[in-house]
């Protein structure tokens, strides 16, 4: 079993509308959290980090923790046909970049 | 922003034959690694390098090999290549602090014929 796991697997939205994707890990030891973006023939992209329970915010992405529920999800406002890309999530206990774990993505379609 | 550079952007290679694949960065990050993407997989840790001469196994290291010359270069070495590694490579690099954000380059597209 994968230790982070990512749903739905994809997603279409209208443009202009609300995407929502949704990680669980399985490592209580998890402390760390990210989202990367990977538009296609690019390599991914950290979109967003998010270390503390609660929620963060950068402009129309907000991002949730819940680490008693081992829990992180994207929410994305206003999608637009550029947010149409493959979406990570990745975990790591500590320090090393070596110990970050990737989920195996969402892939979400924007629809203009 | 971090610039991380690989080489060739694609390649077919024979079944048997040596491949080598290229990274460089210009972040003076000490950390670097090699992750394999297959659909439904995510990314996979291959190899990585927290100084130069001196690398690590990742998570899928049997098959592969790797090189770290130098700071700004890492390489990914297939001896024999093989149908089941054909597969995108990415290279990343890191600073070395808890929480690290990777800087991944563009990737290099591997068919393995």
């Known amino acids: 079993q994968q230790k982070v796991q990512q749903s739905p697997e994809s997603l279409s939205v209208p443009e202009g509308g609300m995407a929502s994707l949704n990680c669980t890990s399985s490592?209580?030891?998890?402390?760390y959290f990210w989202w990367y973006r990977q538009h296609s023939g690019e390599g991914p992209k950290a979109l967003m980090?998010?270390?503390?329970?609660g929620d963060k915010k950068e402009g129309r992405f907000t991002a949730h923790l819940n680490k008693a529920s081992l829990h992180v999800s994207l929410h994305i406002r206003d999608s637009q046909p550029s947010d149409s890309a493959l979406y990570f999530c990745?975990?790591?206990?500590?320090?090393?970049?070596?110990?970050?774990?990737f989920g195996s993505g969402t892939r979400l379609l924007v629809s203009p | 922003e971090a610039a991380v550079t690989q080489s060739p952007r694609s390649k077919v290679a024979v079944t048997g034959g040596k491949v080598t694949l290229s990274c460089h960065q210009t972040?003076?990050?000490?950390?670097m690694y090699w992750y394999r993407q297959d659909t439904g997989h995510g990314l996979r840790l291959i190899h990585y390098?927290?100084?130069?001469?001196?690398?690590e196994k990742g998570d899928i290291p049997d098959g592969y090999k790797a090189s770290r010359p130098s700071q700004e270069n890492f390489s990914l070495i297939l001896e024999l290549a093989s149908l089941s590694q054909t597969a995108v490579y990415f290279c990343?690099?890191?600073?070395?602090?808890?929480?690290?954000?990777?800087?991944f380059g563009s990737g290099t597209r591997l068919t393995v014929l």
């Open positions: 980090s998010i270390f503390s329970d």
């Open positions: 972040n003076n990050h000490d950390y």
């Open positions: 390098s927290y100084v130069a001469d001196s690398t």
């Open positions: 490592d209580r030891n998890f402390q």
């Open positions: 990745a975990a790591s206990e500590g320090t090393g970049g070596y110990k970050v774990v």
């Open positions: 990343a690099s890191s600073a070395f602090q808890s929480a690290e954000t990777l800087y």
